[in-house]
Structures are given as structure tokens and as C-alpha cells.
């Protein structure tokens, strides 16, 4: 199983960003999806996820600003984040489950400056 994100980069507050997710390795149509994000000093947070269906949970902290969406046909994740923040600066990741097991790309580095 490999997951491949990217889409991230430095942006001012109030901007936008959208982060994609590449799924190799799994059925992905048949696979909840999540994105979680980690700054400096922080433990891991879920961001948002995803089921198989399509139907998206958010952490309240991105609530009306971001907004978590699949492509089955290719394979991938996308987080369409908009009214960025400082407090949103973080690397962010994909994660999947196969069996008992979570798998999790390599990450992409969101910077968002005052």
C-alpha cells in the first residue's frame, strides 16, 4: 500500500490550498480515507475522513472551511482548504486502513503566514 500526498506549500492567511492523495496498493473504492495533520511540539489530529460512500466527517476546528472529497475512478483523496490560518500550519497526511493495519503517506508540509 502506498499513499502519495501533495498540494501543499506556503500560503497567506485567508488563502487556499488543495491537497490530493494518491492510493495505490488497496480497493480504494471500498476504503474509508482520512487526512490528519501534525505541528511542531503536537501530537497527530484527525483533519477530516472520508467512507467509502463519500459521506465526510470534520474535526470541528475546519468546519465550513475545508472540505474533503474522492475520486475512485483515480484512485484519489483531495482536502480543499479555503479561509486558511496561521494555526492550520502543520504537515498534513493521508491515512488508509487494509485489514487491522493503517497506512500512511509521507505527508505534505502546509505553511500558512500572518
Known amino acids: 500500500v502506498q499513499l502519495q500526498a501533495s498540494g501543499g506549500g506556503l500560503v497567506q492567511a485567508g488563502g487556499s490550498l488543495r491537497l490530493s492523495c494518491v492510493a495505490t496498493g488497496i480497493n480504494f473504492a471500498i476504503n474509508s480515507m482520512n487526512w490528519y495533520r501534525q505541528a511542531p511540539g503536537k501530537q497527530r489530529e484527525l483533519v477530516a475522513t472520508i467512507t467509502s460512500d463519500g459521506s465526510p466527517n470534520y474535526a470541528d476546528f475546519v468546519k465550513g472551511r475545508f472540505t474533503i472529497s474522492r475520486d475512485n475512478v483515480r484512485r484519489t483523496m483531495y482536502l480543499q482548504m479555503n479561509s486558511l490560518k496561521p494555526e492550520d500550519t502543520a504537515r498534513y497526511y493521508c491515512?488508509?486502513?487494509?485489514?487491522?493495519?493503517?497506512?500512511w503517506g509521507q505527508g505534505t508540509q502546509v505553511t500558512v503566514s500572518s
Open positions: 491515512k488508509t486502513m487494509r485489514g487491522s493495519r493503517d497506512y
